[in-house]
């Protein structure tokens, strides 16, 4: 097909004629790499797609792409190219996910597609009344420095909104009876400044297009009560989207971002300059001797709340635990920031967990917050027995389902600048799985000992910020973990 009249859809769909036009361009972050043989790659972060050897009309097409929106009819005039030339070179950027796709009504933007990944088949075809449609619940809004954007962990595409008038039509979609949607589009329709000539043509164009990447759903649709999604809050699943590759195109790993920024952290705490408690410190040439081989604590390891208060946990206890679990061992050299080594992995060696134990039962110690330093072996004074602490202490009782308080109480905070400073995207998940880690080395520790160890699977971070004045956004508690001698467990 070559004549001068073919007009392919270039976007994720066929808009309207007369209605609604579309405009593309390259993804913002596309980088175009042409090899010495005149092979053609495409890449933005760790994603690339394949282009082969394009014409010279292509190769023209995809320098304007990159520069500007342009329409197909205006992009075949630019470089006087070959209909189906430029279509075939348009598919190819389209299923790979390089293409930006802008809606428009008389040449005024609405909106932006940015795809997030490779092209998908539409997820929802409306050909009724878009007053059916509701807002899915995983869609979430917020602010760029370009303007609003609408994502969901559902979508293969990020919206950029242009006109505002559609960022308040999102809100009447939320939930709201299908009159009071037909109301609110018809209201948005009145008020638009963008198509004067067809303004609920417009509106409904742009919901169906909304709809076809996954934003909007059927009211009627039981799509979302289905148990692989039913079982995710949105958060988690946005949270699960955004930190594996595939549905972003956010930077990536370890991309020390922040190197021109701010200095990097230390590796070690600095002292709060409290009063400090000197821990003992074992002798680890016999507990090698000694200790129990790795099969019998990994088999013998359980999940103990109960504690013998009568026989409460001991200072030398307590030291030995933390110094088997997370002393700082050494500090390696090399790179751009200070590094750690403890007994538990971290990812790039960050180790920006910190534990401060919540004391009220042990035998050689006073009830308090306290901070470890892993680097002296010893315990910092951070706050003395009051309503901060209770509300903690209750926290962990009520979670561990226990009549009493438990002797001892680790709170595992991070200093999420020592991993955000480095990592993009993932440095979030990092801090969750270096908390994994921690717990089993902390369970390890406590059944070779003879402890009653107990990892709780959540907790009040407000608590530990009133308690301890830090600053939340800094560093907060990320982890719990209950430890104390052993009583009867029922």
Avoid at 13 to 21: A, E, I, K, Y
Avoid at 280 to 291: A, G, H, K, S, W
Avoid at 334 to 342: A, S, T, V
Avoid at 460 to 479: K, M, N, Q, R, T
């Amino acid at each position: 097909m070559t004549g001068r009249d073919a007009s392919p859809p270039v976007g994720d769909h066929t808009p309207d004629p007369g209605f609604v036009s579309e405009f593309v361009c390259l993804h913002p972050q596309a980088r175009v790499v042409r090899d010495s043989s005149g092979v053609t790659r495409v890449y933005a972060g760790r994603r690339g797609t394949l282009l082969g050897a394009l014409s010279g009309d292509q190769t023209s097409a995809l320098e304007v792409l990159g520069s500007r929106s342009v329409g197909f009819r205006a992009l075949v005039d630019s470089v006087r190219g070959d209909d189906e030339e430029i279509s075939e070179l348009l598919r190819k950027l389209r299923a790979g996910g390089w293409l930006s796709v802008t809606l428009a009504a008389e040449e005024v933007p609405l909106l932006t597609f940015r795809p997030l990944a490779p092209a998908v088949p539409p997820v929802l075809e409306v050909t009724g009344d878009p007053a059916e449609l509701r807002l899915s619940r995983f869609a979430v809004l917020r602010a760029e420095q370009s303007g609003m954007v609408l994502e969901s962990p559902l979508a293969h595409v990020a919206v950029e909104f242009h006109d505002a008038t559609l960022v308040g039509l999102l809100a009447s979609l939320s939930g709201r009876s299908p009159r009071e949607s037909s109301e609110a589009i018809g209201y948005a329709s009145a008020i638009s400044s963008t198509c004067p000539a067809a303004r609920s043509e417009v509106v409904s164009e742009v919901l169906r297009a909304l709809a076809r990447h996954g934003f909007l759903v059927s009211r009627g649709s039981g799509t979302e009560r289905e148990f692989r999604l039913a079982q995710w809050s949105p958060h988690e699943l946005l949270f699960h989207s955004r930190t594996r590759l595939g549905r972003h195109d956010l930077e990536h790993g370890g991309t020390y971002w922040a190197k021109d920024v701010a200095a990097p952290l230390p590796a070690v705490r600095r002292p709060f300059g409290g009063p400090v408690v000197q821990l003992p410190t074992p002798d680890l040439d016999v507990l090698r001797t000694n200790d129990r081989t790795l099969t019998e604590v990994l088999e013998d390891r359980r999940s103990l709340r109960v504690h013998n208060d009568s026989a409460p946990l001991t200072l030398a206890q307590l030291g030995e635990f933390l110094y088997r679990s997370a002393r700082n061992r050494r500090r390696p050299g090399g790179g751009p920031e200070e590094l750690g080594d403890r007994p538990y992995p971290s990812g790039g060696s960050a180790y920006e967990l910190e534990i401060y134990p919540l004391v009220t039962r042990v035998d050689g110690v006073a009830a308090g917050l306290y901070h470890y330093d892993p680097e002296e072996h010893r315990l910092e004074l951070l706050a003395r027995p009051g309503p901060a602490l209770t509300r903690l202490a209750e926290a962990a009782r009520l979670s561990a389902q226990v009549s009493s308080r438990p002797q001892v109480t680790l709170l595992v905070t991070a200093r999420f600048g020592r991993v955000l400073w480095k990592y993009s995207t993932i440095g979030y998940a990092l801090v969750l799985k270096h908390v994994g880690v921690l717990y089993q080395v902390m369970y390890s520790v406590a059944t070779a000992m003879g402890l009653a160890g107990c990892a709780l699977g959540g907790g009040d971070s407000d608590a530990f910020a009133a308690a301890s004045g830090l600053p939340w956004e800094s560093e907060s508690s990320v982890g719990e973990f209950l430890l104390g001698s052993r009583g009867a467990e029922d």
